[in-house]
């Protein structure tokens, strides 16, 4: 659910919401750390494995 501007605007004299700079570092790293932890981390782990122990493995 997003904040209508007139809300923000009423709320701040801005039509712009303010978000200070931790909230910025929050949610940017917590957005690297989940694609990291989604995509980067599992794929390698899968690639570390040695190829015999993977045959006949069913996903």
Do not use: C, F
């Amino acid at each position: 659910m997003t904040a209508s501007p007139q809300v923000v605007n009423g709320l701040t004299d801005s039509p712009i919401p303010y978000v200070p700079p931790l909230g910025w570092v929050a949610v940017l790293g917590g957005t690297t750390l989940l694609a990291l932890a989604t995509t980067v981390w599992p794929v390698r782990r899968l690639l570390s494995a040695p190829p015999i122990h993977n045959i006949g493995v069913k996903e």
